[in-house]
């Protein structure tokens, strides 16, 4: 089968159409014949040599794809040869085929195309283990996201929208703003312009964030905990500004509050399932009734895999990009 492979960290040039032995399902799993595969950041730096896969697991990139069950391995039960999925993935998905545990399998929504299905599972799963069952976001509550454009922004909004949350986000142009109150946000903050402690703080009547979910890291580290509401909840789950800050406990204490960082990637099958089965059940219906959608910027060809981490890494786009295949 084809794939990308990665043959030396490095830019997009690093990723290479290869042909690569096809895998076969080992108990528990399924193949999949992959339609589409989402491209995430994790992707960019597992190709610069940052993010290597868990042991054990595929050095193709790709945590997420769509496409049709290809074959059964020994003890699935539930699923049939030809049913079209998409799946949750720890490596693999930028290819024609890839082996999935069936605890990571999941049917495609209710009115969602093939191809746009591969742009859910990352996103709908980190969104939904951070911000409701590590976070516990309640109705009434204040939400913040940062980067609320990106693919996990873009489902943040959406999911914390229905379930009764006062969603704020920010994002760098008015374009980008836009398109985050299309999707529901309330407070929009252009974080080139404002600084989003003093609007947000404005726009709750001193009140603060009851939840932030961060991809920033570091650089927003002070600035997030100071903007918690008492008893607020900060999830850290990117260090796209950096992996070392200073925190004042001080300010955390007077708070109450609680500072979490988590990864999806490396978690235990076990781990994922659950992850999965709640999304199965939470998420999913709200897909099949139009309450969420996927937000799909682009489609490239699997060849121009490197073309589609460009325009990743260009910052431009809303929501997801995906990668075709076939």
Same mark, same amino acid.
């Given at each position: 089968?084809?794939?990308?492979?990665?043959?030396?960290?490095?830019?997009?040039?690093?990723?290479?159409?290869?042909?690569?032995?096809?895998?076969? /399902?080992?108990?528990? =799993?399924?193949?999949?014949?992959?339609?589409?595969?989402?491209? *995430?950041?994790?992707?960019?730096?597992?190709? #610069?040599?940052?993010?290597?896969?868990?042991?054990?697991?595929?050095?193709?990139?790709?945590?997420?794809?769509?496409?049709?069950?290809?074959?059964?391995?020994?003890?699935?039960?539930?699923?049939?040869?030809?049913?079209?999925?998409?799946?949750?993935?720890?490596?693999?998905?930028?290819?024609?085929?890839?082996?999935?545990?069936?605890?990571?399998?999941?049917?495609? /929504?209710?009115?969602? /195309?093939?191809?746009?299905?591969?742009?859910?599972?990352?996103?709908?799963?980190?969104?939904?283990? *951070?911000?409701?069952?590590?976070?516990?976001?309640?109705?009434?509550?204040?939400?913040?996201?940062?980067?609320?454009?990106?693919?996990?922004?873009?489902?943040?909004? #959406?999911?914390?929208?229905?379930?009764?949350?006062?969603?704020?986000?920010?994002?760098?142009?008015?374009?980008?703003?836009?398109?985050? &109150?299309?999707?529901?946000?309330?407070?929009?903050?252009?974080? &080139?312009?404002?600084?989003?402690?003093?609007?947000? &703080?404005?726009?709750?009547?001193?009140?603060?964030?009851?939840?932030?979910?961060?991809?920033?890291?570091?650089?927003?580290?002070?600035?997030?905990?100071?903007?918690?509401?008492? *008893?607020?909840?900060?999830?850290?789950?990117?260090?796209?500004?950096?992996?070392?800050?200073?925190?004042?406990?001080?300010?955390?204490?007077?708070?109450?509050?609680?500072?979490?960082?988590?990864?999806? &990637?490396?978690?235990?099958?076990?781990?994922?399932?659950?992850?999965?089965?709640?999304?199965? =059940?939470?998420?999913?219906?709200?897909?099949?009734?139009?309450?969420?959608?996927?937000?799909?910027?682009?489609?490239?060809?699997?060849?121009?895999?490197?073309?589609?981490?460009?325009?990743?890494?260009?910052?431009?786009?809303?929501?997801?990009?995906?990668?075709?295949?076939?």
């Amino acid at each position: 089968m084809q794939a990308i492979t990665i043959p030396e960290p490095g830019g997009p040039e690093a990723l290479v159409l290869s042909d690569v032995e096809t895998p076969r /399902p080992r108990e528990g =799993e399924v193949l999949v014949r992959v339609v589409a595969a989402g491209v *995430n950041r994790a992707d960019s730096m597992q190709r #610069q040599g940052f993010y290597p896969p868990p042991k054990g697991e595929s050095e193709v990139p790709g945590l997420e794809v769509s496409g049709t069950v290809a074959e059964l391995g020994d003890g699935v039960e539930g699923w049939s040869v030809g049913d079209e999925v998409c799946a949750l993935l720890a490596g693999g998905g930028y290819a024609e085929h890839v082996r999935v545990p069936v605890g990571q399998l999941l049917p495609v /929504p209710a009115g969602v /195309p093939l191809v746009d299905a591969a742009g859910l599972p990352e996103v709908a799963c980190t969104v939904w283990s *951070n911000v409701f069952l590590t976070a516990n976001l309640q109705p009434g509550e204040v939400f913040l996201v940062h980067g609320g454009s990106s693919g996990i922004g873009t489902m943040a909004i #959406q999911l914390a929208k229905a379930v009764g949350a006062t969603v704020a986000t920010t994002a760098g142009s008015a374009a980008k703003l836009d398109a985050c &109150r299309d999707l529901g946000a309330d407070v929009l903050v252009n974080y &080139r312009e404002e600084d989003f402690v003093e609007r947000v &703080r404005g726009a709750t009547d001193g009140h603060g964030a009851d939840v932030v979910l961060d991809v920033v890291g570091a650089k927003y580290l002070g600035r997030n905990v100071d903007l918690l509401a008492t *008893n607020g909840r900060l999830v850290v789950i990117g260090l796209m500004g950096g992996r070392t800050g200073e925190l004042d406990l001080g300010a955390l204490l007077a708070k109450r509050g609680a500072v979490v960082a988590t990864s999806l &990637r490396s978690r235990p099958a076990a781990e994922k399932a659950a992850i999965v089965a709640a999304v199965r =059940e939470h998420v999913w219906p709200l897909v099949a009734d139009g309450v969420v959608r996927p937000v799909v910027q682009s489609r490239h060809p699997l060849a121009d895999a490197a073309e589609a981490h460009r325009e990743m890494e260009a910052s431009g786009h809303v929501g997801k990009i995906l990668l075709t295949v076939g």
